[in-house]
C-alpha cells in the first residue's frame, strides 16, 4: 500500500542555520507534495506544494524539492528563527479524493 | 483572510453518547473533508464530500459515523455512539476543488473531543 513517512519526529537547531526535514514516499508516484505547518493544538497550515515535474519550489525562506528518482522531498527553512518552531507535515493525494499526511517532524529552533 | 471555523472548540461526551461536530467552510469552496488526529498520531482520513454527498470515505468512517450539509454554510460529523477510541482531534477542511486539482486544503482548528 502507498506510504509517506517523515523519519525524523525531532529535529533541533540553531537559530539562523537551516533546517532541512524529509519525505519520503513508498510504492507509489505522487502527482504533487504538499508541505504544511502545524503549531500545538492548531489545524495544519498549507505552506508549498510541488509537483513531481518540478524540481524545486520556493517562498521567501522555504524551499521544497522533488526528486522523484529517490522517491523524496526535502523542506529547508533558511536563516531559522525561534518562530519557526512547529511541527512540519508533508502530505499528497492518497487513493482517492483525500490527502495523506506522514507524521511530521516537530521542529525547535533555539535561540 | 477566509477560514474555515470549527465549533466547539472542545466536546466532552460520555461513552454511547451522540455528538456533532460544525464546521463552516470556506464560502466558494465547492469539496469538503474531514481529518482526525489522535494524540500524537498522523492526521488520517475520514471523509470528503461534494455535491451534497460522499466522494470518498476510509475504513475508520464507519457506519457510527455520518456527514450532513444541512445548508449552504454548514458542514457537521455526526457520531452516533461514540467510543473511547473516538477521543481525538477532529479537522474540518475545504478546498476550492478536489484534490486531483492540486490545490491545498484549508483547515479549521478543530475540535477536541473526550469521551469519558
Known amino acids: 500500500s502507498q506510504k509517506i513517512e517523515q523519519n525524523s519526529e525531532a529535529l533541533n537547531i540553531q537559530e539562523g542555520k537551516t533546517a532541512t526535514l524529509t519525505c519520503n514516499y513508498t510504492?507509489?508516484?505522487?502527482?504533487?507534495l504538499q508541505w504544511y505547518r502545524q503549531d500545538p493544538g492548531r489545524g495544519p497550515v498549507f505552506l508549498l506544494l510541488i509537483r513531481e515535474n518540478e524540481k524545486e519550489k520556493r517562498k521567501e525562506r522555504l524551499k521544497v524539492t522533488f526528486d522523484t528518482t529517490l522517491k523524496q522531498s526535502l523542506f529547508h527553512i533558511t536563516a531559522s528563527q525561534p518562530a519557526d518552531s512547529a511541527t512540519y507535515l508533508c502530505?499528497?493525494?492518497?487513493?482517492?479524493?483525500?490527502?495523506?499526511f506522514g507524521g511530521g517532524t516537530r521542529l525547535m529552533v533555539k535561540p | 483572510e477566509p477560514e474555515v471555523t470549527q465549533t466547539p472548540s472542545h466536546q466532552v461526551t460520555q461513552m454511547g453518547q451522540e455528538v456533532i461536530l460544525r464546521c463552516v467552510p470556506i464560502s466558494n469552496h465547492l469539496y469538503f473533508y474531514w481529518y482526525r488526529q489522535i494524540l500524537g498520531q498522523k492526521v488520517e482520513f475520514l471523509v470528503s464530500f461534494y455535491n451534497n454527498e460522499i466522494s470518498e470515505k476510509s475504513e475508520i468512517f464507519d457506519d457510527q459515523f455520518s456527514v450532513e450539509r444541512p445548508d449552504g454554510s454548514n458542514f457537521t460529523l455526526k457520531i452516533r455512539s461514540t467510543k473511547l477510541e473516538d477521543s481525538a482531534m477532529y479537522f474540518c477542511?475545504?478546498?476550492?476543488?478536489?484534490?486531483?486539482?492540486?490545490?491545498?486544503?484549508?483547515f479549521g482548528d478543530g475540535t477536541r473531543l473526550s469521551i469519558l
Open positions: 477542511a475545504s478546498s476550492p476543488q478536489g484534490v486531483y486539482s492540486n490545490q491545498p486544503q484549508h
Open positions: 502530505a499528497s493525494q492518497g487513493a482517492g479524493n483525500m490527502l495523506t
Open positions: 510504492n507509489y508516484s505522487p502527482a504533487y
